[in-house]
């Protein structure tokens, strides 16, 4: 199986500050992989596809890069809203796999 | 609009059986990419099964051979038989549809889950 592995595990920040959240892949896996953000209580949300896509109606503070074994999420000007978990996903090869999640929270 | 909504979860014995539907509105279950994720209790997301839009499943090492994937056209849904289950299985369950862009598991759209509790 493909080892996802997060860093930070958890981060704290304040409202218009810029954060990135780094995932590794154990093996290469392209541009096979995807964000997510979950709040709690609620299914994920999908932020980033394909490493660097931004899905549909997720703003433009949110980007993704990468390819082969390692990614970074950014989060530019935070908004209240953004303080979630995070989760990177690799959807090259079975079984897909999450990182363990990155918590974001309010300094 | 697409919409996906789970049921079926409870509270049941280790060894027993459970169905999870998972009822879409807005698309066609049949020709999507459409895979089960699940969450324990405070932990983090693993991926549990897919059925592809030409029938093929594949399943996650840890449920193969006791969780059954399929799904049923004219009622648009998407369904988990779950037998022999064990404490460990105790978990949110989510259907989660692909997005279409280039893999089998970009997960667009998810329910808002089923809980199921395996205890004695």
């Known amino acids: 199986d493909i080892q996802m592995t997060q860093s930070p595990s958890s981060v704290s920040a304040s409202v218009g500050d810029r954060v990135t959240i780094t995932c590794r892949a154990s093996?290469?896996?392209?541009?096979?992989l995807a964000w997510y953000q979950q709040k709690p209580g609620k299914a994920p949300k999908l932020l980033i596809f394909a490493a660097s896509s931004l899905q549909s109606g997720v703003p433009s503070r949110f980007s993704g890069s990468g390819f082969g074994t390692d990614f970074t999420l950014t989060l530019n000007s935070l908004q209240p809203e953004d303080f979630a978990t995070y989760y990177c996903?690799?959807?090259?090869?079975?079984?897909?796999?999450f990182g363990q999640g990155t918590r974001l929270e309010i300094k | 609009e697409v919409q996906l909504v789970e049921s079926g979860g409870g509270l049941i014995q280790p060894g027993g059986s459970l169905r999870l539907s998972c009822a879409a509105s807005g698309f066609t279950v049949t020709t999507n990419y459409m895979s089960w994720v699940r969450q324990a209790p405070g932990k983090g997301l693993e991926w549990v099964s897919i059925i592809y839009s030409g029938g093929d499943t594949y399943y996650a090492d840890s449920v193969r051979g006791r969780f059954t994937i399929s799904r049923h056209s004219s009622k648009n849904t998407l369904y988990l038989q779950m037998n022999s289950l064990r404490v460990e299985d105790t978990a949110i369950y989510y259907c989660a549809r692909d997005n279409g862009r280039g893999s089998y598991a970009f997960f667009d759209y998810w329910g808002q889950g089923t809980l199921v509790t395996v205890s004695s």
């Open positions: 093996e290469a896996i392209g541009s096979f």
């Open positions: 996903q690799q959807a090259k090869s079975f079984p897909f796999t």
